[in-house]
Nanobody, 124 residues
């Protein structure tokens, strides 16, 4: 599966931004979909995940209560709604897909399919 995640951008602290990731194939609904982010000098870290069915969602503690992941299977699309953004949310955000659907995985090395990354900058 190929993933495209245009968007990102510059936003002030306290603002909101929505990231969109579109998958290339209709089998998209057999994948766990996740978002990771990577700040300069830091390893890629888990942000949020949604199971293939949409029944399970997981968030990193740092974004819980502020970010919401969702999916629209009819459109092969997953969203990351980011509210109450903080300067420490500044990073390149990556969309990822995992075809191991027995459980939701949160380690970047476990994912085989990645989008190209999109930069989110939160100014103070």
């Amino acid at each position: 599966v190929q993933l495209q995640a245009p968007g990102g951008g510059l936003v002030q602290a306290g603002g909101s931004l929505r990231l969109v990731c579109k998958a290339s194939e209709r089998a998209y609904n057999r994948y766990t979909m996740s978002w990771f982010r990577q700040a300069p000098g830091v390893e890629r870290r888990f942000v949020a995940a949604i199971s293939w069915s949409g029944a399970e969602v997981y968030y990193a503690d740092s974004v819980k209560g502020r970010f919401t992941i969702s999916r629209a299977d009819a459109e092969n699309t997953v969203y990351l709604q980011m509210n109450s953004l903080k300067p420490e949310d500044t990073a390149v955000y990556y969309c990822a897909a995992d075809d191991f659907i027995n459980r939701v995985r949160v380690e970047a090395w476990e994912y085989d399919y990645w989008g190209q990354g999109t930069l989110v900058t939160v100014s103070s």
